[in-house]
């Protein structure tokens, strides 16, 4: 299996020219690289107007690695093949190196640019990215591994340090400026000549570096829209829209390995891609890779769900259009405190003071949960605010839960199923955003409690709850140890005021009938515009729509949450038979809740009792489609989602979009599919294509895709007559 990696950017402020010249000074030998022991010239390339220089060289190498695997390997030095191409004139050094020992054995490959800034003329940048393929190593591939990770990590982290040594040799020296190369008009360029040179130079024009040493450099990406804005002056603040640099990761996510930051911007660039539009910020990526032990393909698979689970609720504007009812002003204890002395934003929640079950039955569990989640969002935005005005990453916030007053009225079986509820969505949608939960005065019936709870908290999460009983908070390693004295507040001892409602009873007069609870939970969840589709092997989902006018324009938008479907459009001149109660008996499948409906009789003949009026549309899981159909004649159009079936997959390095989602498969042959259509007249959908062209000159059909976001291309009318069938599907990959 192929293991890929990938470091941030590096960003020297100083111009490419001058960090050429400290580059060269580490050849032939390096006293800061002891395992670089010598080095052969190949071959070398030079145009006479000196523009480029390419040097290839085999250069021997000291491997930190165990004696006796050395001596059953039987090689003392592994050697690596280099090549480096300069180009002076675009200002760019290219470096690839692969491994010419046990190459039948172990295969890696490394890549390396410095490049001028984008932004910055008189800055460098250097990108980085190495794979390594173990076939088979006499039985020591987990430990050659294991050394080559080690030894990548070890580079990185010497790799600029190397660099910036010999900058300041250099201006020791006064050398602070090396001119940058320009055209002889005396010398017209002339063909690239090449040389043998069976030695090593002693100052060679350009060198390429060895693979360890190359990896002591980073190649990343960083999104500058999601990242906070710093000073005109930091490298940060001027990469590349899609990069992201080492020094804005140490800045606003955090000290990572090599590895941790590898699979940070293998998953965001594999967002890029695949979600255009709507990708979520790099701290929030991190999470889900921090929750799964940065198993790329788990935290892909659930940073996907939550995604879906976003748009389908409406998420990601919940700050700005959920207004809690007074009764949540009232009694819900909770609010936000300052902050801990890590300066993590601190919830406060006197849950012991709350009247949980009067809570349910006044609010409903659907109320209270998108409370909850308004919580999480605030936590989020408090977070970003802290990175910046402590002036270092903060990812999660502090919880203080004070239990005085808990008792089994607490345990009512609502309220606990509430609870239970509760904490499932939050643990799936906001991992790792729980730093630390201070538990307070836990009375005797808390063991009660955490023994129905526990079960529902991740492992990791439960790792961070600190349990104080009594007053033991007041004492050595309590509160002070984790708050500022000066912020405890007074219902624990401290002299500062806090603003949590301190609850009570909620007045039964503010209960509300079952029946008036489910009406407005169904309200609540269902402004989406979205519905839910199951589509099962041998059992498509299929929509009827009546068109009455013919040119009028069938819209749709669906994205695909799970596994692949083929969407499908049909015509019939005569309405399908009313789907059966239970479409999927014959397959021994229970439709779950009805979200599963088949129109076509097995008895249609295709051809003759429907038509397909478009070519069918193969879509990937995580895509989200949108497009249109200008129908031809009135009469019944069926649009089908049907189980798609994808080839397996080699597991590779981190797919395209077309094998995306091969290795998240599951073995059930289930997909689900969330979608929105509508119909619209000839004229109205005419006039929208024009508004849109004015925006941008569009002249035909577009696509492009992006899963879980909105429309990123433009539609326009063909120029065929209206009455032509045509489709625009807009696949968001």
């Not at 890779?289 to 409406?314: G, P, V, Y």
């Not at 079960?455 to 309590?478: C, H, M, S, V």
């Not at 399908?576 to 979200?595: E, F, R, V, W, Y």
Request: aromatic residues 8%; charged residues 25%.
């Amino acid at each position: 299996m192929v293991q890929k990696y990938q470091s941030p950017v590096r960003v020297y402020k100083h111009p490419f020219e001058l960090v050429m010249a400290a580059y060269e000074r580490r050849f032939p030998t390096c006293h800061l690289i002891p395992m670089f022991v010598a080095s052969d010239v190949i071959s070398e390339e030079k145009s006479d107007d000196n523009s480029t220089h390419k040097i290839e060289r085999r250069c021997k190498l000291d491997v930190d690695a165990p004696r006796l695997l050395k001596r059953i390997a039987g090689v003392d030095y592994v050697y690596f093949i280099q090549k480096n191409s300069l180009n002076r004139r675009e200002r760019t050094l290219h470096i690839e190196s692969h491994n010419e020992t046990f190459s039948n054995r172990v295969i890696i490959h490394e890549l390396c640019c410095y490049s001028v800034h984008p932004e910055n003329e008189d800055w460098t940048c250097f990108e980085q990215s190495a794979s390594l393929d173990i076939k088979s190593f006499f039985g020591f591939e987990s430990t050659v591994e294991k050394i080559a990770m080690k030894q990548y990590a070890n580079s990185i982290k010497k790799g600029k340090e190397i660099i910036e040594y010999y900058l300041r040799e250099l201006e020791e020296e006064g050398i602070t400026h090396v001119p940058r190369w320009s055209a002889s008009p005396a010398s017209p360029v002339k063909a690239v000549l090449p040389v043998s040179r069976p030695v090593l130079p002693t100052t060679p024009a350009i060198t390429i570096v060895p693979p360890a040493e190359s990896s002591k450099e980073n190649l990343g990406v960083k999104e500058s829209s999601s990242s906070p804005v710093g000073s005109p002056s930091e490298a940060l603040s001027a990469t590349p829209d899609d990069k992201l640099d080492a020094d804005y990761i140490n800045r606003y996510l955090g000290d990572l390995t090599p590895f941790q930051e590898s699979c940070l911007i293998r998953l965001r660039s594999w967002l890029q891609e695949t979600h255009k539009g709507k990708i979520p910020k790099d701290q929030h990526i991190l999470r889900f890779l921090r929750a799964r032990d940065f198993n790329m393909d788990k935290a892909r698979e659930i940073l996907c769900q939550s995604l879906t689970w976003r748009k389908q609720h409406q998420v990601d504007y919940l700050l700005d259009t959920w207004t809690s009812p007074q009764v949540l002003h009232d009694y819900y204890t909770g609010g936000w405190h300052h902050h801990d002395r890590d300066g993590r934003p601190l919830y406060i929640l006197r849950l012991g003071q709350m009247d949980t079950k009067g809570l349910v039955r006044a609010l409903g569990e659907e109320s209270l949960l998108r409370h909850v989640l308004s919580i999480n969002e605030e936590g989020l935005r408090r977070c970003e605010e802290n990175t910046k005005v402590f002036g270092r990453p903060i990812s999660c916030w502090t919880c203080l839960v004070d239990l005085e007053g808990l008792n089994m009225r607490h345990l009512w079986r609502p309220g606990v199923k509430a609870l239970l509820r509760i904490i499932e969505v939050v643990e799936a949608n906001y991992p790792e955003t729980l730093g630390r939960l201070l538990i307070l005065r836990a009375p005797r019936v808390f063991p009660v409690l955490w023994t129905l709870v526990s079960p529902f908290i991740d492992e990791n999460t439960r790792k961070k709850f600190l349990i104080y009983a009594g007053n033991d908070y007041q004492g050595p390693g309590g509160l002070v140890d984790y708050i500022d004295k000066e912020i405890i507040p007074d219902f624990l001892g401290g002299e500062c005021m806090c603003e949590v409602p301190e609850g009570g009873l909620v007045p039964k007069s503010l209960y509300r009938t079952p029946e008036e609870l489910e009406n407005d939970d169904i309200r609540l969840w269902t402004e989406t515009i979205y519905q839910s589709a199951s589509v099962f092997k041998g059992a498509p989902h299929e929509l009827l729509i009546e068109i009455i006018d013919a040119s009028s324009v069938i819209t749709w938008d669906f994205d695909v949450c799970k596994g692949d479907v083929v969407f499908n459009i049909y015509h019939s001149k005569r309405a399908p038979q009313p789907p059966k109660k239970d479409p999927l008996a014959a397959h021994g499948i229970t439709s779950p809740g009805g979200n599963n409906v088949q129109l076509i009789d097995k008895s249609w003949q295709l051809g003759q009792d429907y038509s397909m009026v478009e070519s069918p549309l193969t879509c990937k899981e995580g895509e989200s489609v949108q497009g249109s159909h200008v129908t031809r004649w009135p009469g019944f159009y069926i649009l089908q989602w049907k189980f798609h079936s994808m080839p397996a997959c080699a597991t590779t390095n981190l797919p395209r979009v077309d094998d995306v989602l091969a290795t998240l498969q599951v073995s059930s042959h289930k997909c689900k599919v969330m979608y929105y259509t509508e119909v619209l007249g000839s004229e109205d959908f005419r006039t929208a294509c024009c508004d849109v062209q004015s925006l941008g000159s569009m002249t035909s059909l577009e696509s492009s895709h992006s899963g879980f976001s909105q429309l990123s291309a433009a539609t326009t009318s063909s120029s065929q007559s209206q009455s032509s069938s045509m489709i625009s599907s807009y696949k968001l990959e």
